[in-house]
């Protein structure tokens, strides 16, 4: 008798609140407690700092919606790697996930976990700076204990996303509602005559965009793991068309509290502008804001943490990273093998600390591979219009979006040029020398086989299938 035995797949257990709590707790991190003051000081003044606000939060939307159409075409996780294999071809998709998995999302996640450390002990430390050796620890920890709870379960992660995402909620709405009360009070001084001093040269929108759209990355994580989304061809658009509008109207609310609040120079002067609006607000109830940046940085931790482990999971499975990456527990169901390699990779970039730069001059090439996704959602609408689609967009909000990210990619190196960015695409174009002799020609396949069947039996892994 030939018995074909079922394959072994992800569950689908993202339902359409875990969603959008996906989307809105990785959004909502550290971003909006430290970015407004770094959005002042390269835009000058408060009312063109609440339009870079708006204009973010609209290009993030009109994204997400360009993404939406993407992940009920390509029913598949993996995010831009996917549809740039899709669409692009092996080549090009093979250096976004070599930039992705080597450098940009450690450093996120390394970076993350560090806003969250600096929050949870900066109350002990009230006098002095934390010492650094304390600091990593602390995020070091919070990235082990993610990597358990990611492993051990999906619906506890999702748990845990939609916990922190209403604490964000919560803390965010004190704010608005402190600046209410300022505003009630006839505290519009700072609001007066809000477009003075504006900066309009390229340079200065560019990077205030920059700054502004860190608090809006994660829009596009729940394309992720669309094979682990319930119903994902109408909970994929529904849940982007509740959270980023939701987030979008929070983030103008609290920059409005801010600016009813505190002075610009008290904004600009400050490094965590939520931090100093608390201690000015609501005195001694000031550590209350440390506190929310920490819940908001570990939520956003979480979020971050669990769609990247799926980039690593799908690759794998397309054959551009080792096989033991596109495994996922027997049991568990979980992709614990990516997940343990994204974390080790992150500690590698915690330990020395000094990945900031490295992030920064890294920032552009999120929105250069963003426009080779939204390339191929243009081909696929010019080129393949017969193709099944659940749900699309006008084809003028896909090429709005592509304007946009052509202007974030060349605006910061046309009008100021650094040899930074020729590091960094040379950095990206030296994947091509992994690529051609081990992904092309696949030369020494059995190389980490040992390996891979030591990591199975101990991991209790085995390959899964796609989950369509």
Known sequence: MDIK????????????????SLIAGTMIGSGIFMSPQLVLINIGSPG?????????????????????????????????????????????????????????????????????????VAPFYQDCPPPDNVVKCVAAAGIVLLAVVNCLNVRSSMNIMVFFMAAKVLSLAIIVIGGVVQLVNGNTVNLENSFKGTNVNVSSI??????????????????????????????????VMIAIPLVTMLYLLVNVSYFASLTPRE???SSAVAVTWGNKVLGGWGWLMSLAAALSAFGSLNGTFFSGGRVCFVAAREG????????????RFTPSPALIFTSAISFIVLIPGDFQSIVNFFSFTAWFFYAITLCGLLYLKIR?????????????????????????????IVDDPQIEYLYVTLFILSGVIIYVPFIHFKLFPGLLDRITVFAQLFLEVAPADKNL
């Not at 692009?88 to 080597?102: K, N």
């Open 5 to 20: 035995a079922e394959k072994l797949k992800l569950r689908c257990e993202v339902g359409l609140l875990g969603g959008i």
């Open 48 to 120: 063109a700092s609440l339009v870079i606000w708006a204009c973010c939060g609209l290009l993030a939307m009109l994204a997400s919606l360009s993404y939406a159409e993407l992940g009920t075409t390509i029913r598949e996780s993996g995010g831009e790697y996917i549809y740039i294999l899709r669409t692009a071809g092996q080549p090009i998709a093979f250096l976004f996930i070599f930039t992705s998995v080597a450098v940009v999302r450690p450093a996120s996640l390394a970076g993350v976990s560090l806003s969250f450390a600096i929050n949870v």
């Open 206 to 239: 560019g990077l205030a965009f920059f700054q502004c759209l860190w608090s809006y990355d994660g829009w596009n994580n729940l394309n992720y793991v669309t094979e682990e989304l319930k119903k994902p061809q109408v909970n994929l658009p529904r849940a």
């Open 267 to 269: 904004m600009m002067s």
């Open 320 to 331: 551009h990273m080792p096989d033991i990456l596109a495994m996922a527990h027997v049991n």
């Open 384 to 412: 393949r219009p017969d193709l099944p689609r659940a749900y699309q967009v006008p084809i003028v909000i896909p090429i709005l979006v592509l304007l946009a990210a052509v202007f974030l990619v060349l605006a910061p």
